[in-house]
């Protein structure tokens, strides 16, 4: 069965004939064309139509297997309106905005449209055989560019040197940077997201670095925390607590398991450490089109692990004024349990 034939049946369950797909993830997964910047997928019960404009003729027909229509809005909405005619249209209402609704309602008068979440996101949380290759060579790239850079992680580096060094080398390894690479040194460490800035790195700090590879528009997202000389006794006990609680978190990873449940046993071992209230952020996230994507993982979380899943596990503990510490290691659930997909070094502390 293919993607479409599985999409057609999670469309009848919801109730609605039809979905018009508008998140460029899910264009992708659906369709094979990878522009973010102009790609609409219309699945109806009897076909399907990709909707890109004419920058993209020729990247569309070379990507898509899918029939396409070349042309911009509203000339987009009016071919649609014609097989929409009396249906029930689902749209994604986990990315669509207020004023392109609007514009849907106004070209499509005859239809009603539903707003549904997750729909092609559910097709995407196990991934095929082609989507984990891609993964792991991502994370085999950002293997490599960490070990190249791990030595410059040196004190009067700025942050953003070592940012610009790890880019570098996944560039020249053929990939692309996931997303921001983030260098968190000292008190820096303290911000879970906070970018790499230009303050130099001291000595006797830990230096928290937060990277990815984009390859074949598959992500990989790994964290290292390094010590710089020899951090404070506080640091390496921070560091020794949110390492514990990484490979408890991973070891029990495996099909079955509730990702609430995960989150817990991670927050629950910090707070043994007396640092459940600085671990601000839930345990992880899939990861594949996009790094942040289905199941998450977090005590409100129903998701249940699958195989197929590929997952972060990613604690952390950040303390303002004196700084943080985050392992994640990008995980890959199988049919007896897991595999770690990132293999960087981890410090011993
Ligand atoms: N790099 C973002 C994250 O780890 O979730
Ligand atoms: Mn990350
Ligand atoms: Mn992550």
Redesign the pocket.
């Given at each position: 069965m293919t993607i479409l034939d599985e999409l057609r049946g999670a469309l009848r369950r919801a109730g609605v004939n039809a979905l018009w797909i508008s998140d460029p993830a899910n264009v992708r997964a659906i369709s094979g064309f990878t522009s973010g910047k102009d790609g609409r997928v219309l699945v109806t019960t009897e076909g399907a139509t990709l909707y890109t404009d004419a920058r993209y003729t020729v990247q569309a027909a070379g990507e898509s297997s899918v029939p396409q229509f070349i042309a911009r809005p509203p000339d987009t909405y009016l071919h649609a309106a014609a097989a929409l005619k009396g249906l029930r249209v689902g749209f994604e209402a986990d990315h669509l905005t207020v004023a392109l609704l609007d514009d849907l309602r106004g070209h499509w008068p005859d239809s009603t449209l539903v707003p549904l979440r997750g729909v092609v996101q559910d097709f995407r949380i196990r991934k095929s055989a082609p989507e984990l290759h891609s993964i792991r060579a991502a994370q085999r790239i950002a293997d490599v560019a960490f070990a190249q850079v791990r030595p410059q992680i040196q004190p009067g580096m700025t942050e953003q040197d070592i940012a610009l060094e790890l880019e570098l080398a996944l560039r020249r390894a053929g990939a692309q940077s996931a997303f921001e690479i983030?260098v968190a040194s000292g008190p820096n460490g303290a911000k879970p997201h906070g970018v790499a800035s230009s303050r130099v790195i001291g000595s006797d700090e830990l230096v928290t670095v937060?990277?990815?590879a984009q390859v074949d528009g598959y992500h990989s997202?790994?964290?290292r925390t390094v010590a710089v000389g020899n951090p404070s006794a506080e640091l390496r006990r921070l560091y020794r607590a949110v390492l514990e609680a990484e490979e408890a978190a991973v070891a029990a990873v495996r099909p079955g398991m509730r990702a609430a449940d995960l989150d817990r046993l991670a927050r629950d071992l910090l707070t043994g450490h007396g640092l459940g209230e600085y671990f601000a952020h839930s345990l992880g996230h899939g990861v594949g089109l996009e790094v942040h994507e289905g199941p998450g993982l977090r005590g409100t979380s129903e998701d249940v692990l699958e195989p197929g899943m590929v997952i972060?596990i990613?604690p952390g503990v950040y303390i303002p004024g004196v700084g943080g510490v985050r392992i994640?290691d990008l995980v890959l659930v199988t049919a007896s349990g897991h595999e770690v997909l990132s293999h960087s070094e981890k410090e011993a502390l």
């Open positions: 983030i937060d990277m990815g997202d790994m964290t972060t990613e994640e």
